[in-house]
Structure formats: C-alpha cells, structure tokens
C-alpha cells in the first residue's frame, strides 16, 4: 500500500528550480483529500524557500493529472448536502475565505496565487481538476500527446477549483465557453493554438524542456521578472480599472530600478545582450 508520504515527490536544485510531482498512477494522478493536502502543502513549502526560484508540477506515469478522484467523490453520502463532516464525505470542501486568505482547494494548491514562477510539464491527461491544477503554472509545456478537457461535465462535477476563472483569463471567454460546456478533449496542437499550451514538445519530453525553460528564467534579474509577473495577475484578476492597472504597475516596478535596472542597463552599456543576444548571461 503506498503511504502518504510517497503522494508528492519533491526534488529540488541547489540553482533554485523545485519538481513536484504527483504520483498516483495507478489513479491517473487523480487526486484525493490526503494528495490534495500534500500538494499544497509542498507548494507553499516551494514558495516559502527563498533559495527556490522556478517551480515544475508534473506527474508520475505519463499523465499530468485526471481531476478529481471520482472514488472519492462516489463513496460520498447524502448527510454531505448539509456540510456534516462524514467518512468519505466532502470536508475538505470548503468555500474560499472573503479574507482573500490563503485556503486550500479539493484539488489542493488550485485557488493560490503563487509568487513566484510554475511551469506545467504536461503529459498525458490534463482533464477536469488536472486542467485546473494546469491553468495554475504561468507556463504550460505539453507533450504531442497530451489531452487537456473538461471531462468532469460527463458526470456532473463542476469546476470549483479555478477552472471558469483561470480558463477564461489564458483562452479567452469564447474558447473557455466551448471546453467548459462541451467537455470535449483539446489536443496539444490545438490547445497550442489557442494558447492553453505554450511549448509542444515530443512525448516524454516535457520535464526535460520545462527544466530548461526554469533555467532560462533562473539566469534573469528576480525582482523585475516576478515584479512584472505580478502585475499581468494583477491586471488579469484583480484590478479594478485600466488606470488601477497602470499605477500598480508603475509603483511595484519603479521599486526595481535602483535595485537591479541600473545595473543591468550597465552591463548593457558594456556590450552584453546585443541584438537581441540571450547568452550573455544576465544574473545580478
């Protein structure tokens, strides 16, 4: 019997790049209470750990995640509609706090803004709270064969973990509209097109490319790029107006400039990063 501790596999680098991996594939990385704590747990660990910079979520056994563990969910019993705690029942449903306080999700770390940056290394399936836990990386890096969908519409399982408010702001309503209310399966080229996906790669490819995406960021001055990856969230999900989204913007960035802009600029103005160039290396 695999013990709780064997749910989420962590490993981390000494340069900063964190792997979680789901590993429950004899379930397809469906994800139950005791793997959804797990999760959470060890990607607010991720966050906490300032000597970890970039994190990869993936999953055992060639599938990203399935959702939901529907054997869970299936052993619930009618007492659950009154929010009574009950062996196999929904206590871990809870609502997200109007505080905006952190809270864990049934899927575990799904309603968490994290600080700093995810990378998806997708294989397999990416369907109903997997997509979800998917639509919680800022990059998504899919295999040829990957499945992303909805599938939980079949059995009336809504999306409480993200998946309408996510979906939406990464697709665009109208994409978002037609995954959400036909369940139908989006393909790694097509969720490529439509930006779900943003690197597709060969199968068994994906934590190789991610690792190199995650190490491409680690080589980039931390406090613009995170600076800057705040206020795209910001001005995705919480702004209130155009001009809100400006003036954050503008106050979280300008505190970057003498801490890392000037110094940059110089190493600019001594020739690195020419035309365009990448490979000079630009770590402060």
């Not at 981390?12 to 991996?21: A, K, R, W």
């Not at 864990?104 to 294989?123: N, T």
Request: aromatic share 6%; with cysteine; net charge neutral.
């Amino acid at each position: 019997m695999q013990s709780d501790s064997d749910l989420v596999l962590v490993s981390s680098t000494d340069d900063g790049i964190t792997t979680i991996t789901i590993n429950r594939p004899h379930r397809r990385n469906a994800v139950d209470p005791t793997t959804a704590k797990h999760l959470y747990e060890k990607i607010l660990a991720f966050e906490n750990d300032p000597s970890q910079k970039v994190c990869i979520l993936t999953g055992m056994g060639g599938t990203f995640c399935a959702g939901a563990d529907l054997h869970e969910v299936a052993g619930k019993d009618a007492r659950d509609a009154t929010g009574k705690e009950t062996e196999g029942g929904r206590s871990h449903f809870q609502a997200p706090p109007e505080s905006g306080e952190q809270s864990i999700g049934p899927m575990g770390p799904s309603r968490l803004q994290i600080k700093k940056p995810i990378i998806g290394a997708v294989s397999g399936y990416a369907v109903a709270g997997g997509l979800e836990l998917s639509l919680l990386c800022d990059i998504r890096v899919a295999e040829e064969d990957a499945v992303f969908g909805v599938f939980c519409r079949r059995w009336g399982v809504p999306l409480i973990d993200g998946g309408t408010v996510r979906l939406q702001a990464v697709v665009g309503l109208g994409r978002a509209l037609d995954m959400i209310l036909t369940g139908r399966p989006v393909s790694a080229t097509e969720a490529l097109s439509m930006g779900l996906a943003n690197r597709v790669v060969p199968k068994g490819k994906a934590v190789e490319e991610a690792t190199a995406i995650a190490k491409q960021l680690l080589s980039f001055p931390q406090l613009c790029m995170n600076a800057d990856r705040d206020s795209c969230y910001y001005s995705a999900y919480q702004a209130s107006s155009f001009q809100d989204a400006l003036r954050n913007e503008y106050e979280k960035g300008v505190k970057v400039l003498d801490l890392e802009s000037i110094k940059g600029a110089s190493q600019f103005s001594r020739g690195a990063g020419r035309h365009g160039n990448f490979k000079n290396g630009s770590r402060l």
